[in-house]
């Protein structure tokens, strides 16, 4: 067994946790829910020691580095960190629907690093640009930021689905969270994630200027990168100076993860320093 | 696009906007946060939603004593009065933290400074030197202009390795900084690993090879089957050992197309054997048995080479980027005091009513107001058990 075959396999108990929270949604069935949430600390524990035995696998192989160097290793720590910030809000807030609404965001993130063919998942050796030890605290705080927005995307989809219960009496809504609470709950996670983001460009920014001379190169995942800041920026000042609440603010959350998976996955597609994901 | 004029007019643009816009809150804002006794209006709180109740069998006097200690040691200011039936607490704390989003439009003035200042004040240039080498001029990035430093830069040695797979390892380069003709720093650089001298930085940015000036050429005869093994030059023209004729290289190639493959580096070279006319020889350096495929009276091939390296240097002045820098640090400390502190007053007032008396814990937070609400329960619920 190694580390690959872990994490595909980690990926079928997200697979199965989503599942469960979707079931347990759907039936109003709180068996199936604790189950779920078992089955995603047990997700979680794969994961991590996924992560681990990469890390050890690439020693052996004479070339230890942190597994945080390509497109594979990223969506790896990034299913890791939304399952993790999802565990820590369900305990806190004690609502296991939240859950049918992030964890399919993980399971697809690690399906997509197992399963696409495009994604090669061996261990490679750092080229020089990568030696640095930047590029841990780079790609951690990125991460960190991106998993939040995607659980704040998930919240605030779950958010517009509530705010229609009055004009659609639906008895699945029943049991979410009330909408000022997920509100407030999506508000902290753009919160959370900006910070994170935030120290993610800086660092980004410090690491160039140590490798090229620059902090600032306009390369596409610099330049969305901002622009994704600047979509979170917005809906924060929309909240503190305008007051926004509620819909807009969901909407607003919505376009925020859209333009993260823009910076994550679509400037892939054009030439930059940052083609490895 | 850093230094044309209507970038600098934008940044320019953008953080007068940022201040002017700034100031104007600040010094309304300023008057609110400096106050030496907080004001504060209790029919507000009274009336607030945000409210915890609970009976005490105590005295308001014996209470009193002991919420007054409890409350001051979490909340900096605190102020208590009697009333009628009893008496109230006011607290507050962290009323400084509403500096926070001035502190992060600050850093964000500063970046944009720092931006500006390295942009008129600094440049960003690449020079190319081969080893063993110096130069002491750089060509500016994007222009044509050169830029002539105050020292010169050797490059003592250049080296590159790879990993099995073929991707590239390292790439390192040997410099020494001259200053008249002295040699003053030495240092290996790496990408990632940069040269700090005088304010100019020297990055580890590309290399190229040189031709070689010097082969060693093998000719293998196929009548004898000896192999004679030759020094060359470019230019220079040989005689063909057992006496078949002259050789010359004509011109060294990075890359050369040879019926629609590109066979990599290859010497051209022209032979001339006794009385008959000389013919063009393609000698590929990674294909030494390119030639044998002539069928001539012998095969010629580049036994030895040494390439040469030049290292690509990016170099850069940037004065402003300690500023920014200092902008960096300042937005991760301002968000962290926008986002997760918060200005928080607390009422707490104390009524005789009957044998028991009522106490009401209130309070607001001018940020995330349902961690506010768990705060008060959890002070309302330390209050009551506090002895
Ligand atoms: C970390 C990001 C930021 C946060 C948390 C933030 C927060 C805020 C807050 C809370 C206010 C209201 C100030 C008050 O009530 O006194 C404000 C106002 C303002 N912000 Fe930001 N800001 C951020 C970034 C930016 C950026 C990047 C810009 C522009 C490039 C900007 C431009 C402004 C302007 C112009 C105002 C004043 C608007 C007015 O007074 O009408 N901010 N910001």
Not at chain 1, 212 to 217: L, N, P, T
Not at chain 1, 222 to 241: G, N, P, Q
Not at chain 2, 39 to 48: D, G
């Amino acid at each position: 067994m190694n580390s690959s075959n872990l994490l595909s396999i980690t990926t079928f108990v997200y697979g199965l946790a989503a599942f469960l929270y979707i079931f347990s949604w759907i039936f109003k069935k709180p068996a199936p829910g604790i189950l779920a949430t078992w089955t995603a600390i047990l997700g979680l524990a794969g994961n991590t020691a996924g992560i681990i035995m990469r890390w050890v696998e690439s020693y052996w192989l004479g070339i230890g580095h942190a597994p945080l160097s390509n497109l594979y290793e990223s969506l790896i720590f990034y299913s890791w960190t939304i399952i993790l910030i999802y565990l820590v809000i369900e305990k806190r807030y004690k609502n296991r629907i939240i859950g049918a609404f992030t964890t399919p965001l993980a399971f697809l993130a690690l399906a997509y690093a197992s399963l696409s063919p495009n994604i090669d998942d061996r261990i490679q050796p750092l080229i020089p640009a990568l030696k640095s030890n930047w590029l841990i605290a780079h790609v951690i705080t990125c991460f960190v930021g991106y998993a939040a927005f995607a659980i704040a995307f998930g919240i605030s989809f779950m958010y517009l689905l509530k705010q229609r219960e009055n004009e659609h009496k639906g008895l699945l809504l029943d049991h979410f969270p009330e909408p000022n609470v997920l509100d407030e709950l999506t508000h902290q996670m753009v919160v959370f994630g900006f910070l994170f983001l935030s120290i993610g460009i800086i660092t980004g920014a410090v690491w160039a200027n140590s490798a090229w001379g620059r902090y600032w190169g306009w390369d596409p995942k610099e330049t969305w990168s901002l622009i994704t800041w600047f979509v979170y920026a917005t809906l924060l000042h929309a909240r503190m100076m305008r007051g926004w609440h509620g819909k807009r603010i969901a909407y607003l959350s919505i376009a925020g993860f859209t333009a993260v998976l823009f910076t994550y996955f679509g400037v892939n597609l054009l030439p930059g320093l940052h083609s490895y994901g | 696009m850093y230094h044309s004029w209507w970038f600098r007019f934008l940044l320019l643009l953008l953080t007068t906007n940022i201040i002017v816009c700034s100031i104007d809150r600040l010094s309304a804002t300023w008057k609110i946060i400096f106050v030496k006794i907080p004001p504060f209006n209790i029919s507000r709180f009274r009336n607030l939603s945000n409210k915890e109740e609970f009976k005490d069998n105590r005295s308001p006097e014996i209470l009193k004593k002991i919420y007054e200690p409890f409350i001051s040691k979490s909340f900096s200011y605190i102020k208590s009065e009697q009333t009628d039936k009893g008496f109230y607490i006011f607290a507050e704390k962290r009323r400084w933290t509403r500096l926070g989003v001035y502190t992060i439009h600050l850093s964000i003035v500063l970046m944009l400074l720092g931006g500006l200042i390295g942009s008129i004040f600094g440049f960003e240039g690449f020079v190319n030197i081969p080893e063993g080498e110096k130069k002491e001029s750089i060509q500016i990035r994007n222009t044509n202009k050169i830029h002539k430093l105050d020292f010169e830069i050797r490059c003592d040695d250049f080296n590159l390795s790879f990993y099995d797979s073929g991707a590239p390892k390292e790439y390192r380069s040997s410099l020494t900084i001259l200053e008249n003709g002295k040699p003053v720093v030495q240092k290996d650089i790496i990408v990632n690993d940069p040269l700090h001298y005088k304010g100019i930085n020297l990055f580890q940015s590309s290399y190229g090879v040189l031709p070689s000036k010097e082969f060693v050429i093998n000719f293998m005869s196929k009548e004898s089957g000896m192999n004679y093994k030759k020094k060359a030059m470019i230019g220079q023209e040989m005689k063909i050992p057992e006496d078949m004729g002259t050789f010359v290289i004509k011109d060294y190639m990075n890359s050369y197309n040879f019926m629609g493959h590109n066979i990599g580096e290859t010497l051209i070279g022209i032979l001339t054997p006794n009385n008959i006319d000389p013919a063009k020889i393609i000698l590929p350096l990674r294909y030494p048995n390119f030639d044998k495929m002539r069928k001539g009276n012998f095969a010629i091939s580049v036994a030895d080479y040494k390439p040469r390296y030049y290292t690509g240097l990016q170099v850069t002045k940037d004065p402003g980027v300690w500023v920014v820098y200092s902008g960096f640090i300042m937005i991760i400390i301002g968000c962290f005091i926008a986002f997760f502190m918060s200005h928080q007053r607390l009422f707490i007032e104390v009524e005789r009513g009957g044998k028991k008396c009522k106490v009401m814990v209130a309070g607001t937070s001018n940020k995330n107001k349902l961690r506010m609400k768990d705060n008060l329960k959890e002070i309302a619920k330390n209050l009551a058990g506090l002895t």
